[in-house]
């Protein structure tokens, strides 16, 4: 059955995976719903920009008026929220943009969405029978874990080490007590890191991928033994359409790649693939440098996705090695698309020194 599908974000790195999945494997009409901040980039979906079933509006999730606005316009029968403020280095700097976007927001978000779907109950029970509100988090709430504990499963105590972990815990929190006190009905996926094409250079993979193609420095925080678990975020996309169409109400999905690395592997890992797919003079391992670690930095993340695959029967289909071939070919082949990033609101400084 064709549904409206509204997801916020989706001119994001995830979301803009959202929805080119979206487009491209189903009949589903699809609604984008992004402020366009710093990190949010039209070009990761200008291959569906012209799809008859594709519609973009510009607003910010903490304006109630355009919420409502576009709801009553769209009337969607899933809403995917994506909108967020990510990256723990910058909640470092500026710990308040990360409340007012991932806590606030959804907070409005939430309330027009629960006032659209009440009156849907009125007008279309069938409708409203079967909508859902899939709220997309982080294995970051769970905190981080020693080397031999096991994997977070859904049921993990939330334990956030940063402004940005518990900015998206607070936010999960309030989605959950939604669906409690109002019976709004909603699902809360958690994912482990994401890493892919059309990714902000701010994060580890694409900053490394980029500040070696050009020559730059590699650094890595601390000794590089930061233990993450490594996403493709196609996968991560066929999952969260996967939840959105079949997972129960109320419940909450992990979503892992089953790729446990430390940092240093992952950028050895990207050295060793662009000396075969770029081939440099000197190689790209000298340029890796040590610097100071980010404050409070979390040393291990794991996910236990056994729930995923028992329920939903899903799986990730990339391996990290197949994975980050990918990644690598995309930004050699896709120059112009990180060329007007850098040229514009990040140049790869370091961000995150301010405490």
């Known amino acids: 059955m064709t549904k409206t599908f509204l997801v916020t974000g989706g001119a994001g790195f995830i979301g803009s995976a959202v929805v080119r999945e ?88 939430l309330e027009e969405v629960r006032g659209y779907w009440e009156a849907l109950k009125e007008a279309s029970p069938e409708k409203a029978a079967a909508f859902r509100f899939h709220h ?47 019976g709004l009905p909603t699902l809360v996926t958690n994912c482990s890191n994401n890493y892919g094409p059309y990714h902000f250079p701010e ?10 193609l050009q020559g730059k420095p590699l650094p890595i925080y601390g000794d590089g033994g930061q233990v993450r678990d490594w996403l493709f975020v196609e996968d991560h996309a066929r999952a969260l359409i ?22 240093l ?5 990207l050295c060793e693939l662009l000396e075969r797919l770029a081939p440099s003079e000197d190689g790209y391992r000298h340029l890796i440098t040590y610097v100071e670690d980010r404050p409070g930095h979390d040393q291990r993340y794991a996910i ?35 060329r007007a990033v850098l040229d514009g609101s990040y140049q790869g400084e370091r961000l995150g020194v301010g405490a």
């Open 22 to 109: 979206l487009i491209a494997t189903s009949t589903h009409r699809v609604i984008n719903v992004d402020k366009l901040t710093y990190a949010g980039n039209l070009g990761s979906v200008a291959v569906v920009a012209d799809d008859p079933r594709y519609a973009f509006e510009r607003a910010d999730i903490g304006d109630a008026n355009a919420m409502r606005r576009i709801l009553e316009r769209y009337q969607p029968d899933v809403v995917m929220h994506l909108a967020a403020e990510s990256h723990v280095d910058r909640s470092i700097d500026g710990p308040s943009a990360f409340i007012a976007t991932n806590v606030v927001g959804t907070l409005v978000l």
């Open 136 to 182: 997309v988090s982080t294995d970051e709430v769970y905190g981080d874990l020693e080397p031999d504990d096991a994997p977070f499963t859904e049921q993990t105590p939330y334990a956030p080490s940063s402004p940005y972990s518990a900015s998206k815990a607070g936010s999960d929190h309030l989605v959950r007590a939604w669906a409690r006190t109002y």
């Open 203 to 212: 994060k580890l993979i694409p900053l490394m991928i980029l500040n070696a």
């Open 265 to 269: 592997e992952v950028v050895h890992a």
């Open 304 to 338: 236990d996705a056994g729930k995923m695959e028992r329920e939903l029967g899903w799986l990730p289909l990339e391996s990290f090695a197949t994975g980050l071939e990918k990644t690598v070919l995309w930004y050699l082949a896709n120059e112009p698309w990180w």
């Open 242 to 263: 996967r939840v959105a169409d079949q997972g129960r109400v109320g419940e909450t999905y992990n979503i892992g790649g089953h790729n446990e690395k430390t940092n």
